[in-house]
Every structure is written in C-alpha cells, then in structure tokens.
C-alpha cells in the first residue's frame, strides 16, 4: 500500500500550479503547441500503463485507437453534426468495443507475443481506413469550421483553451490509473502481468480483467484522439494511425516508468521537447535525429534502470532517508 | 463417523498425443483429511493436480468437489468455490510485497483494499511471515518464498488445498516448519492433498497415501502400508530389488 506523502502533495500542488500559469507567462505559442502534445502524449502513455504497465499487455497498436477516436467524432460531426463532445464519449465507447473484440481472441497471447498482434492490428485497422471511401479514404477528414467556444470543442484564436482542456484529460487519465492502481482492479492487474497462472489460483478471471484494462486503455486513448481532431481540426490515417505513434507512447512510457502512475507524464515531459525542438531546429535534415536521441536514452535507461526515470527517483529517494 | 466427501475424482484420463499422463485414476478425501500422492517422477501427480484444479481440461473422467461437478469448470471459478492449490515452481508475484501478494490473494472474498489487508496480516501471522510482510516477493528465501505461496492460497479462503512439492528442496529446519504448518492448516478445518517426494514427511503427516505410476494409481492405504506394498517398491525402485528381498 502506498501512502501519499506530505512532499508528494506539495510537489504536486506546485507542479499544477506552475503549469496552470504556464501560458499566461508565456505567450509563444509553439511553447504552448509543445505542452498541448506533451499533455497529449502523457495521457496517451497514462493509457498505454494501464493496460501494459500494470496488466503486462505490451500494445504497440493504440494509435489504432487514436484513431478510432479521432474518425468517430470527426465522422459524427461532420455527417450528422452531431456535438464533438458526445463525439468523444462515443469514440472511446467504439475504440473500447474493438479493443474488447480484439482483445478476447487475443486471451492467451503474451509479452512478444501480444505486442505482434498489436502491431498487426494498428497496421490492419490503418488499411482499412486508408481505403474507406465513407471516411474519406487516404483523404482524411477536414471539419468544419464552428463557431469559437467550448460548446462546439473548437477554438480558432488561440491554443489557451485546448491547453487547459487537454490538461485536464491528462488529469483525468492520471485520476483513472490512480483509482486502479490503488484498488482491486489494479492489484489483479500486476497478478496477471507477473504470471497467468498465479492470477487464476488466486481466483482471477484473466480473460476479463484483461479486457477491462484493454477497454479503459482504449477509451482514454481515443479520448486523445479525439481532442486531436479537434485541435488540428484535419485528420488523415498518415496523421493519426501511424504506427512510430504507438511507438512513441511505449517509448514515452517505458523510460517514465512502467507500471508507475506517474512515470509517463514524466517520460512525456522529456520526450516530446526533444521530437519537437529536434524537429523544428533541425528541420527536415534532422529527421530521425529525435529517434537516435530516443534509442540512447531508452538504452541507457533499460540498462541502468528498467524501472524508468521514474523508479531513479524513488531510489534516490529511498538512499537519501 | 463417517465424514462427507470432499473430493472426488473418477475414471479420471489425460493423455499428451499417445502418452496417458493419467489413466483412469479414481480416489476420493473425505473432508478433514490429509492424503498424499506419490510417485516416481512422470508418474502424473502434477498433471492430475492440473486436471483438479482447471488447469487442464481432462479428456474424460469427472471431479466433484463437496458434492458439485467441477470437471470442465475455469481454474478461477474452481479457486472460488473453495479449492486452492500451489505450484511445483513456485509461483509469486515477485515485483509486490509480501503483503500485498496475500492481500491479492484475500481480495477474492473482499472487495475493499483494507479488509483485505487485514485478512491478509491475520493469515501471515497464522503462516509465521508477519515479520516479512514488507519484503519484496522476489526477496525472499526459496523456504519463505514456497510458504509465501501457501499463504496466498490460504487467503483465497479455501476449503481444499492442494500443494505440490511445497517441501522440496527445504533444510531439515524449513522442513520441520512447512510440516506444522500443514498440520496447523488441517486444524482449522481444511482438507489437504499433497505432491510429495520427500517421504519423511509423507509419512508423518498424511492419513492416506496414494500412488501413481505411469499414470495409473497403483495402490492406496495408510503410509505404512503403502510402503511396504511389493508394487510401490518396485515402482520406485526396480524389479529386481523387489525379487532380491
């Protein structure tokens, strides 16, 4: 059982104080363009932990969720208008029935193995939607231009709005992995992630307790997604189905910390400056250059600490008292 | 008096392609007691304990446990009507405490982390790991980590527990302590079946012993009996010591 501490509540009031002023101190926008992605990104991996951090189900294909998100409430707003924040409750409804009718057959897959049925599925479900004429094919979807405001999840001049809105799905996610990993649910997950055959001797359902993580997972992910679309207000599959996405949520995860609440928010805050800035200064030459830095820090990182950056922090906390 | 049955296995068959891991294997415990199953390696103790348990689903035959037919149910629903077991590796969750391994374990009859919690402190003081309830389970000792497994079977509450080769490879101490412990669990009302090589303690605590060989039960009676029983030498040790006594 994990207490919160004193110091774990202060630091964590002031790092949500800090980023609440964040944006009204600075105005540059691309500074603000980089806390929305890491916002993005860290809810993502938040997503990411619940099923493979604490459930052991190592995902490489929730941008296949992602995506589901983002079409869902795209395609629904732009056929039927219908609001994009119903679009996003049913988004994560429809990406947590594929997960759940992808998951089931894939009840017995493990560590490597669920990895290449995820990719396959990320890459499978990209396809489809690369030739689904009624989506818009390799086109993508353009949305419409609504007027400003809240009620309509859109916002044309300036990036404050999706800022706060972003951060509180990252808080939101946070709370998620928070409630489980401190109940039953999140218990049964590490059971299951250690070994199949210790989770069904002490009575658990294995194949529905995975595809509850799978399905919150799914849900919160898509949520991201959604809130993309609405963000860049253009989505194609080449956009938001990519598999170096899922990629870079596991990446983002695993040197955070796995199986750690907070462990992708930190992963995220290190990892997505350096994808942006590397991009922006570099340009197209420094393509790839995010990458090479990505593949020395996760080296270093499963080599000195498997527990992430996150685990070096509890252990200097642990040699300092 | 005779006492209610607790487990019942009959015609019981598993067979791997053209191997018959077990064979027909009948055998009941009544409620309360301590029986073991014995006998050369492969003769398909852990296999049967699987076919019990739900781990494998046998290829005909039927279990029943206290009366209900169990024979196709999942491992976890048989673990939830009251049948525990452990494994011949020991099987803990290395990365959680010692503590939090028995909580997960209680959590099957407690919804709330703390009730669990507590059941789970109440059931390591019965076990004697109460000290070591903050160690890592990949910490502990093979000794502490073998009764680190029981005590999470303990926790699920049940009514038969079934422990394979929780006494291998113990010091004669470790031993002496999984052994009271057995006998501590019986007291309290629980039935117990035993995998057991380590016939010091076979003989000792079990009121029945049951044989198998090559997937067959080639015998069964009280531990005295059994081996002295021409078969079960001769299962263990060869023909020809047999004919040379």
Redesign the interface.
């Known amino acids: 059982?994990r207490n919160i501490s004193l110091k774990q509540i202060l630091s964590g009031v002031i790092a949500f104080v800090l980023v609440m002023i964040f944006p009204l101190v600075i105005k540059n926008t691309f500074a603000q363009h980089v806390m929305i992605l890491f916002f993005m990104f860290g809810m993502m991996g938040v997503a990411w932990n619940i099923m493979g951090g604490y459930a052991g189900m190592f995902s490489f294909g929730q941008v296949a969720f992602f995506g589901i998100g983002a079409y869902t409430s795209s395609f629904l707003l732009i056929t039927y208008h219908v609001n994009p924040w119903i679009g996003l409750v049913v988004g994560g409804l429809v990406a947590a029935l594929v997960g759940a009718a992808i998951g089931y057959p894939c009840s017995n897959l493990r560590g490597h193995y669920f990895a290449i049925a995820s990719i396959a599925f990320g890459e499978i479900v990209r396809t489809h939607f690369n030739n689904w004429k009624l989506i818009g094919a390799a086109e993508g979807l353009s949305l419409p231009m609504l007027s400003e405001g809240f009620k309509n999840f859109m916002f044309h001049s300036s990036k404050l709005p999706y800022y706060y809105i972003m951060f509180a799905f990252l808080l939101i996610s946070l709370l998620v992995c928070y409630l489980i990993s401190?109940?039953?649910m999140g218990?049964?997950f590490?059971?299951i992630k250690?070994?199949h055959?210790?989770?069904?001797?002490?009575?658990?359902?294995?194949v529905w307790y995975r595809l509850v993580a799978i399905m919150i997972s799914a849900f919160l992910t898509a949520m991201a997604g959604t809130f993309y679309a609405q963000y860049v207000l253009y989505i194609d599959p080449e956009s938001v189905m990519l598999l170096p996405i899922s990629v870079q949520v596991v990446l983002i995860s695993m040197l955070g910390g796995a199986?750690s609440v907070m462990g992708p928010v930190i992963g995220a805050v290190i990892l997505i400056p350096i994808s942006e800035f590397t991009r922006v200064w570099l340009g197209h030459k420094g393509t790839g250059v995010d990458m090479l830095i990505y593949g020395f820090l996760i080296t270093l990182i499963s080599v000195y600490q498997p527990k992430g950056v996150w685990g070096l922090f509890m252990n200097l906390g642990k040699r300092t008292k | 008096m005779k006492k209610a049955l607790c487990l019942e296995v009959s015609g019981v068959t598993k067979h791997f392609g053209g191997l018959y891991a077990n064979d027909h294997i009948d055998f009941s415990v009544e409620e309360g007691e301590i029986v073991s199953i014995i006998g050369p390696n492969g003769a398909g103790k852990s296999t049967l304990f699987n076919c019990i348990?739900?781990?494998y689903p046998p290829n005909s035959g039927k279990v029943f446990f206290l009366g209900k037919e169990i024979t196709h149910r999942?491992?976890?629903t048989i673990?939830?009507m009251g049948v525990?077991?452990?494994?011949q590796v020991v099987?803990?969750?290395?990365?959680?405490t010692v503590?939090?391994n028995v909580?997960?374990?209680a959590?099957?009859r407690y919804?709330k982390?703390g009730h669990?919690?507590k059941k789970a402190e109440e059931v390591l003081a019965f076990t004697g790991l109460a000290e070591k309830k903050d160690f890592l389970g990949a910490a502990l000792t093979i000794a502490d980590k073998k009764r680190l497994e029981v005590s999470?079977?303990l926790a699920?509450q049940p009514r038969l527990l079934m422990l394979d080769e929780s006494m291998a490879g113990l010091t004669r101490v470790e031993l002496r302590g999984m052994m009271d412990l057995i006998r501590k669990i019986r007291e309290k009302g629980i039935t117990l079946i035993i995998v057991e090589h380590v016939m010091e303690a076979v003989m000792e605590i079990s009121d029945r012993v049951i044989v198998l060989n090559s997937g067959k039960k080639i015998m069964e009676g009280p531990p005295k009996e059994v081996v002295r029983h021409p078969d079960v030498i001769q299962a263990y040790l060869g023909e020809r010591y047999v004919v040379s006594q």
């Open positions: 059982m401190t109940s039953k218990y049964y590490r059971a250690e070994s055959d210790v989770a069904k001797v002490l009575g658990i359902n294995v199986g | 348990s739900g781990f999942r491992a976890d673990c939830k525990a077991r452990t494994f099987q803990i969750i290395g990365d959680m503590l939090e909580m997960t374990g959590l099957l919804t982390i669990a919690t999470m079977a699920t």
